[in-house]
């Protein structure tokens, strides 16, 4: 393979400070793996920049047990910077990997990580720069194989034209059997055709290029709007499971950076899966049962990646980190071990009800900064429709606590636009945030009130696939304009901020969640016309998806705001990620009712199906105490 690291150096050194932080282009960071003898090349690409999808855990993972094959080599990619890749066209330099620079058209597979909807044009983006035809049915024997996961393949018909296969649900076991079979046909001759039939018989693999596709009243009447063009060709598809999570090691060899990252810190992840039930939470749904790894593995994991690594920080990863069973052991062994050391432990997300005086002690070790809580809605009514969990007092005693521990700023996320909203929600997270400042304030000694600080963040509902509410419509622009507008005039203390996003943004996210394989057209024209990088707000544009999706005659608020009963079958109804859509279609009619489904870690199972379908139970350490 060749090394491109000569013009890549050439064009850093002649272009100077035009190219913003030229470390994310360097190689030989700490950590990094290099297999010399390797006779299959693998690429991992996270789709954004070098800060953003070095700390990618995902991506940690797949290199790791791609690596561990013997005569495998898996080597990261991320996208460029605009101006390197302006440059790089200029200058007729392809994209190429981070370990060994070699072009991206050279290796054997390439695959990417989709974590979100935003990143679809950056793929073509990344593929283009790399010389590799956009499309799965352009691309020969000469191409890499294309390989996609993450939770957009949950809906992979938005991203289907681009991929030759997705992967469903966790990788550790099943990318590394890909590739393996991938190989080792290759070497016997066996045709791309040939091996993309073999590789859809591998648990959780979906080759969109071996399905037709129905229109919408066959779609309706069949239960699916694709039908497998061969008789051995799965008709439905299951996400693949790592039965193994729990026991298996929490440390992860890991890449210290040259540059500076957003999440510049040691990752552990100490459990997968949440069982809460969030009704808008796609996350939520795709990596049930919950799995917890052991207190003793992840002090061990922590003191092994400290040591190793150098960093003074450490996060223990998870969707609801303190629903661990044995969270308040794992706290106070390592602060107890990394008391006197410079090194702070984070835990990203905390519920508000296991979020007590004791807690917030345990979690402050010797750094107080921001702490984020979400109550997703204003109202308790609200609340129960989307299946929160939470009340007020368990919201003002978290803030109690972590008030009266030291902590002075707390920012407060809610959701706008969700199912059965109306304006008293909206003016009741005004009321919900201002009792909260109230509350904070009474928590903090007189001398130091002037310093707290309570902000609201509200993001737009986006319906998201395999959740209840896939069949509830996006409010419109203008509505979401409203609403925000009622939310700042409600708000009267001037000590409490209101942020939102824009809901423009999600209006195109909603689109690719909930799309069909017509949105393909949408992405490839509105990358050739610009889109890209669609996720910063600098370069995003809705003008460029609204002339894409009339030039492909699609219907973007049609696809983002269609209101459907339970009985329309969606575009991804033969992706599963093993939850049953009749526990989809109960827990929406019991969001209707405003009635509540208890977590199940916690309490009777909830009969979502996930268990028997996969084999696999709930894996808690201890019994958890809610």
Same mark, same amino acid.
């Given at each position: 393979?060749?090394?491109?690291?000569?013009?890549?150096?050439g064009?850093?050194?002649?272009?100077?400070?035009?190219?913003?932080?030229?470390?994310?282009?360097?190689?030989?960071e700490?950590?990094?793996t290099y297999?010399?003898?390797?006779?299959?090349?693998?690429?991992?690409?996270?789709?954004?920049?070098?800060?953003?999808?070095?700390?990618?855990?995902?991506?940690?993972?797949?290199?790791?047990?791609?690596?561990?094959v013997d005569?495998m080599?898996?080597?990261?990619?991320?996208?460029?910077?605009?101006?390197?890749?302006?440059?790089?066209?200029?200058e007729?330099?392809?994209?190429?990997?981070l370990?060994?620079?070699?072009p991206?058209?050279?290796?054997?597979?390439v695959?990417?990580s989709?974590?979100?909807?935003?990143?679809?044009?950056?793929?073509?983006?990344?593929?283009?720069?790399?010389?590799?035809?956009?499309?799965?049915?352009?691309r020969?024997?000469?191409?890499?194989?294309?390989?996609?996961?993450?939770?957009?393949?949950?809906?992979?018909?938005p991203?289907?034209?681009?991929?030759?296969v997705?992967?469903?649900?966790?990788?550790e076991?099943?990318?590394?059997?890909?590739?393996?079979?991938?190989?080792?046909?290759?070497?016997?001759?066996?045709?791309?055709?040939?091996?993309?039939?073999?590789?859809?018989?591998?648990?959780?693999?979906?080759?969109?290029?071996?399905?037709?596709?129905?229109?919408?009243?066959?779609?309706?009447?069949?239960?699916?709007?694709?039908?497998?063009?061969?008789?051995?060709?799965?008709?439905?598809?299951?996400?693949?499971?790592?039965? *193994?999570?729990?026991t298996?090691?929490?440390?992860?060899? %890991?890449?210290v950076?040259?540059? /500076?990252?957003?999440?510049d =810190? !040691? #990752?552990?992840?100490?459990?997968?899966?949440?069982?809460?039930?969030?009704?808008?939470?796609?996350?939520?749904?795709?990596?049930?049962?919950?799995?917890?790894?052991?207190?003793?593995?992840?002090?061990?994991?922590?003191?092994?990646?400290?040591?190793e690594?150098?960093? *003074?920080?450490?996060?223990?990863?998870?969707?609801?980190? %303190?629903?661990?069973?044995?969270? /308040?052991?794992?706290?106070? =062994? !390592? #602060?107890?071990?990394?008391?006197?050391?410079?090194?702070?432990?984070?835990?990203?997300?905390?519920?508000?009800?296991?979020?007590?005086?004791?807690?917030?002690?345990?979690?402050?070790?010797?750094?107080?900064?921001?702490?984020?809580?979400?109550?997703e809605?204003?109202?308790?009514?609200?609340?129960?429709?989307?299946?929160?969990?939470?009340?007020?007092?368990?919201?003002?005693?978290?803030?109690?606590?972590?008030?009266?521990?030291?902590?002075?700023?707390?920012?407060?996320?809610?959701?706008?636009?969700?199912?059965?909203?109306?304006d008293d929600?909206?003016?009741?997270?005004?009321?919900?945030?201002?009792?909260?400042y109230?509350?904070?304030?009474?928590?903090?000694?007189?001398?130091?009130?002037?310093?707290?600080?309570?902000?609201?963040?509200?993001?737009?509902?986006?319906?998201?696939?395999?959740?209840?509410?896939?069949?509830?419509?996006?409010?419109?622009?203008?509505?979401?304009?409203?609403?925000?507008?009622?939310?700042?005039?409600?708000?009267?203390?001037?000590?409490?901020?209101?942020?939102?996003?824009?809901?423009?943004?999600?209006?195109?996210?909603?689109?690719?969640?909930?799309?069909?394989?017509e949105?393909?057209?949408?992405?490839?024209?509105?990358?050739?016309?610009?889109?890209?990088?669609?996720?910063w707000?600098?370069?995003?544009?809705?003008?460029?998806?609204?002339?894409?999706?009339?030039?492909?005659?699609?219907d973007?608020?049609?696809?983002?705001q269609?209101?459907?009963?339970?009985?329309?079958?969606?575009?991804?109804?033969?992706?599963?990620?093993?939850?049953?859509?009749?526990?989809?279609?109960?827990?929406?009619?019991?969001?209707?009712?405003?009635?509540?489904?208890?977590?199940?870690?916690?309490?009777?199972?909830?009969a979502?199906?996930?268990?028997?379908?996969?084999?696999?139970?709930?894996?808690?350490?201890?019994?958890?105490?809610?």
């Open positions: 393979m060749q090394n491109l690291w000569p013009r890549i150096e064009l850093l050194r002649d272009a100077g400070r035009d190219i913003s932080r030229p470390a994310r282009y360097l190689n030989h700490w950590g990094c297999k010399d003898d390797a006779d299959y090349h693998f690429c991992m690409i996270y789709p954004d920049t070098y800060e953003l999808g070095q700390p990618n855990q995902a991506v940690r993972i797949l290199c790791n047990v791609v690596n561990a005569g080599y898996a080597e990261r990619g991320y996208l460029p910077a605009a101006d390197m890749i302006d440059l790089m066209r200029r007729g330099v392809p994209a190429f990997s370990e060994s620079c070699a991206l058209h050279e290796f054997d597979a695959g990417f989709l974590s979100h909807e935003l990143v679809a044009t950056n793929v073509l983006e990344m593929l283009d720069l790399g010389r590799i035809p956009l499309r799965a049915a352009d020969d024997e000469s191409n890499p194989l294309i390989v996609a996961g993450g939770p957009c393949a949950f809906n992979a018909e991203f289907s034209a681009f991929f030759d997705f992967l469903l649900g966790e990788g076991e099943s990318l590394p059997e890909l590739l393996v079979l991938h190989r080792k046909m290759k070497q016997a001759g066996a045709s791309r055709a040939e091996f993309l039939r073999a590789a859809s018989h591998l648990e959780g693999c979906y080759v969109p290029s071996l399905y037709d596709v129905l229109d919408e009243d066959e779609a309706q009447q069949t239960g699916a709007w694709v039908r497998p063009k061969y008789e051995d060709v799965p008709a439905n598809i299951v996400k693949r499971i790592w039965r *193994d999570f729990a298996s090691p929490a440390w992860e060899p %890991t890449v950076p040259f540059a /500076e990252l957003v999440h =810190r !040691l #990752n552990v992840e100490i459990l997968r899966g949440c069982t809460r039930g969030c009704r808008f939470c796609q996350a939520g749904m795709m990596y049930r049962p919950v799995r917890e790894r052991s207190a003793d593995n992840i002090v061990s994991a922590v003191q092994r990646g400290l040591a690594t150098g960093y *003074d920080e450490v996060s223990l990863t998870s969707l609801s980190s %303190t629903d661990h069973s044995q969270i /308040e052991e794992i706290l106070r =062994r !390592l #602060n107890r071990g990394l008391d006197g050391k410079g090194i702070s432990v984070s835990i990203p997300s905390q519920r508000l009800d296991s979020f007590g005086v004791e807690m917030a002690e345990l979690v402050a070790g010797g750094k107080r900064g921001g702490l984020t809580f979400a109550p809605a204003g109202t308790q009514r609200l609340r129960d429709v989307i299946n929160k969990g939470v009340c007020e007092d368990d919201l003002f005693g978290a803030i109690d606590a972590a008030f009266a521990a030291g902590w002075r700023r707390c920012k407060l996320y809610f959701m706008i636009g969700l199912p059965t909203e109306t929600d909206i003016k009741g997270i005004a009321s919900l945030a201002q009792r909260a109230d509350r904070a304030k009474k928590a903090t000694p007189p001398e130091a009130r002037g310093s707290v600080k309570v902000s609201i963040s509200c993001a737009l509902f986006v319906p998201k696939a395999q959740t209840p509410f896939q069949w509830d419509g996006q409010i419109t622009t203008e509505e979401a304009h409203r609403r925000i507008n009622l939310l700042r005039s409600s708000v009267k203390y001037r000590a409490v901020d209101v942020h939102w996003h824009e809901p423009d943004v999600s209006l195109v996210e909603a689109m690719m969640s909930r799309g069909g394989r949105v393909c057209d949408v992405v490839e024209t509105a990358w050739r016309h610009g889109a890209r990088f669609d996720a707000t600098e370069f995003f544009s809705l003008d460029t998806w609204r002339a894409a999706c009339a030039e492909c005659g699609v973007m608020e049609g696809i983002a269609g209101q459907y009963e339970t009985s329309w079958v969606t575009p991804w109804d033969h992706l599963s990620v093993g939850v049953t859509t009749r526990f989809f279609r109960r827990e929406r009619r019991l969001a209707q009712e405003e009635r509540t489904t208890p977590d199940c870690s916690y309490e009777r199972c909830s979502c199906g996930v268990c028997p379908k996969l084999n696999i139970d709930i894996q808690c350490q201890e019994e958890r105490h809610g």
